[in-house]
């Protein structure tokens, strides 16, 4: 039998990668959790969007700088 099933994941509002997409799971079935996983890998949530790791640098005093933006689909 098959059953379709909800995942849920995070996706990087910069450059649109989702987390876990290059490990052995990708996706959670708890909602809340897939967002505490993402923060425990360095992701964070800034402004109201996540980013990766790749997409933020942090300074000396904690501030947040964004990359410049790797995808042209917004």
Partial sequence: ???KV???T???DNCKTTRGQDSE???WNDESYVLDEAMD???IEHDGK???PDCYKR???D???ITEQKNDNN
């Fill in 63 to 65: 501030s947040i700088t």
């Fill in 25 to 27: 799971y990708s996706c």
């Fill in 59 to 61: 300074d000396e005093n």
């Fill in 50 to 52: 996540h980013l990766c």
């Fill in 1 to 3: 039998m098959i059953v």
């Fill in 6 to 8: 909800e995942m849920y």
């Fill in 10 to 12: 995070v996706g990087c």
């Fill in 41 to 43: 890998h360095d992701w």
